[in-house]
């Protein structure tokens, strides 16, 4: 039993879930009682998906348990099949169905649907959602791709003369760190580079897209976490190599294009020509000469966590002073890591720990999860966020990839918004007397910097205005940031009408007179 | 407002559907409950599950250190390779060691504990024998199988019942209101309460452990939210009496449900008239705003929180919105007797869910606004459809006449927003 304030990943059937709603044309019927359907709102809310996740649940409650739990699973499969029409059913259990032992494989396959069946079998009380993500991916990739693997021994054909090398985008999923634009940016990219995309996947890929993975001569591997097992499976099945760089930063997108231009055979040159990024210059621009030496703490998947420590020190000018995974699946890579930092390596998922850390470290910039922006939060620290798990604030409407060259722009961005400008801490050095630039003031462009300060003094009013003190208590309850608007309205209320006194009957009086 | 038992749903049948249920489980009342009861925490004992859930439905992660947490079973607990009541204690242990200021600790049960069949009451016992004086332990369920979403109060308020002090030999007739509400709703039903001479009011849950409020045979009380069933049968255990009322939403529904307590303490209607004429006048006032908008305008109700059936009685009386569907997670019919009483007849109620043959009721209907959960508020609005999401209701203050408009407003919303925007 493990104590657990906040959890960085969700239950792999949540896994199971990212990759299925990334997916065209299949239905993943889940055994999970009464409860687990909160699941959906992750993609709906979070994600302001405009459809429901492709999911159906059986929903069991507690008298169902004394009943027939695996007839429940069957009516569901076949209702789910007969309303949604999908081309291949995903069959699992959440953690309380896996305890029922009902089989949702073999029950799904018994019934003679006219549909592949794909059984998870995702053990919830050991693994997680990313490690659940991976395994439904691998498992979806074998059971579509499966049936084309050439027999053993079997070399891959030559490329046609004048044909166009193809590969395929493997990776991203729903609710993922902004897989979306990502997969634009590294589209284009590999279109400079005279490369086709053979298919993009699980995002938008329907099973016949997956049947046709082994088409391509090499796999692009975006994120690791969750392509990086079926990845290897392509490799032994379909000789099928795949990229280890991670294209992220600068540094990271030049040595992602020269490894793509040599598992392709064609020239990096016209991709790397010019760099076209204004992150370069940015940050040698003579304005960001306060970022030298800023000491920040990375955490995050570690993916973006590795990524994120290269930009930092070798292209933001920063120290790093931190870096961690939550994800133990990946804790060898950023171990690896941590030595070119000289920095203790923090593999965790326990929020508290990664807290005390991070206060140890003492940052002027935290890049992490929205778990560490509500950590930097409280230490009154920076933070901009590089990872999943994410928030609705991290689907942004405009095109925000971190990969490619953009990608570095956006980082640049990023990360340099939360912190104070190098000319504005020069003031608050200067001029500590001042109301503006006190030692607390927070960075002037960011609006939410009002909120650190105390509430001002309330005005006094013109007149022989008094607040009975049961009013006063009263408009102390009012949230902080509509108090101050609503004690004007009441004392206008009140001197409008000629009264002495406040009471909590004027309060509410005003409240019902100015309404909204 | 008068007539309205004629028109009533009291025996009106009801379409009972049994398919994908699209409801929170219980333990998502823990996000109010534990900001409610300031010296409480509440450890759910089940799966990382749910914990996401918790975590997921309070939309972001906005404490640092908030008073619930989850001991997360894990496969060692399972195999029997740890003894799980052991591997509890020592979870209860590090949580109390961390939190010192806890008065009260709530386990609350989840799927996979009921499932393995472990037993929070006898470890509550236990732990409480530990612990006491300084923590006491109870426990209840939130878990799925056995509860839906507003009934993991009803569920932890049920648990606290047994642990209120008696009322004192003698005492006089006081009154209990029973339910979460807004700090600054029972300040101001205490004041009008007190206003009709009503001396000896109470709240629960309290906002401090350590002030339960009494109960015993001169306990009368009242039901501010519809979904304590549970609680309502273990106060009677103790002796205490129900006065039937509506639920005070709305300026109709306060002030019959203010009624019913001056009734019920015999309070001249002189003097109930004279502390409610100015807060009624003023929530009348203030609703008339909202109807002009919300007049005549379809809602349909997806089964969530258990209000529902008190909405749509206030939608339809005081706003005249029509009512497609009125879809509930539970019917009970005992302390919504007076609620269906005066919903008008014919109204379309529906208990249980199938969850896609209720989408395509509303599609089919196309209401002007529907009242779901948070999963099938997006999809809905994509297809054309106004939502407003059920669980808003739980985190807003909406019961009194002071807040009869932000409730109003509420539902005003989301067809104002349509009716500005242009994209």
Redesign the interface.
Known sequence: ???????Y???P??GAMRIATAMEGVHYVLHA??????????F??IE?????PPV???????R??GGDTAELFKN?VR?AHA?FQPQALLVGA???AE??QDDPGGLARALGLPVPVVALEL????K?ENWGAAETFYQVVRAFAGPSVPPPGTTRPERAPGARPRCNVLGPAALGFRHRDDVAEITRLLAQLGIDVNVVAPMGATPADIARLGDAEFNVVLYPEIAGQAAAWLARGFGQKATKCVPIGIGGTRDFIHEVAALAGVDPAPALAGAPSRMPWYTRSVDSNYLTGKRVFVFGDATHAVAAARVARDEMGFTVVGLGTFSREFAREVREAAKLYDVEPLISDDY?EI?ARITEAQPELVLGT??ER??A??LGIACAVISAPV?VQDFPARYSPVMGWEGANVLFDAWVHPLMMGLEEHLIGMFREDAEFHGDAAPSHLGHAAFLRPEPEPVAAAGPLVWAPDAEK?VG?IPFFVRGKARRNTEKFALDRGLATIT??TL??A??HY?? | MSGAAALGCGDAPVLRERGQREVFCGLTGIIWLHRKIQDAFFLVVGSRTCAHLIQSAAGVMIFAEPRFATAIIDERDLAGMADANDELDRVVDQLLARRPEIRLLFLVGSCPSEVIKLDLSRAAERLSATHMPQVRVLNYSGSGIETTFTQGEDACLASLVPILPREAPGAGSSLLVVGALAEVVEDQLRRLLEGMGIADVRFMPPRSALALPPVGPNTRYLLAQPFLADTARALEARGAVRIPAPFPLGAEGTTAWLQAAASAFGVAPERFDDATRAPLGRARQALARHREQLAGKSIFFFPDSQLEIPLARFLQREMDMRLVEVGTPYLHRQHLAEELAMLPAGTALSEGQNVDRQLDRARAARPDLVVCGLGLANPLEAEGIGTKWSIELLFTPIQGYDQAADLAELFARPLNRRLRLRV
């Open positions: 039993m493990q104590l657990t304030l906040w959890t990943e969700g239950p059937h949540v009682p009464q409860g687990d359907t909160y699941a959906d709102l992750l709906t809310m302001r998906q405009q459809k429901r159906t649940y059986t929903t069991f409650q507690a169902d348990l569901a209702d309303r959440s953690c309380t305890l029922i053990p919830s009380y050991q997680k508290l807290e929205q778990m509500h950590i939060k409280r928030h009263e309850k909590v009957e509410y009086d409240k019902a309404g909204r």
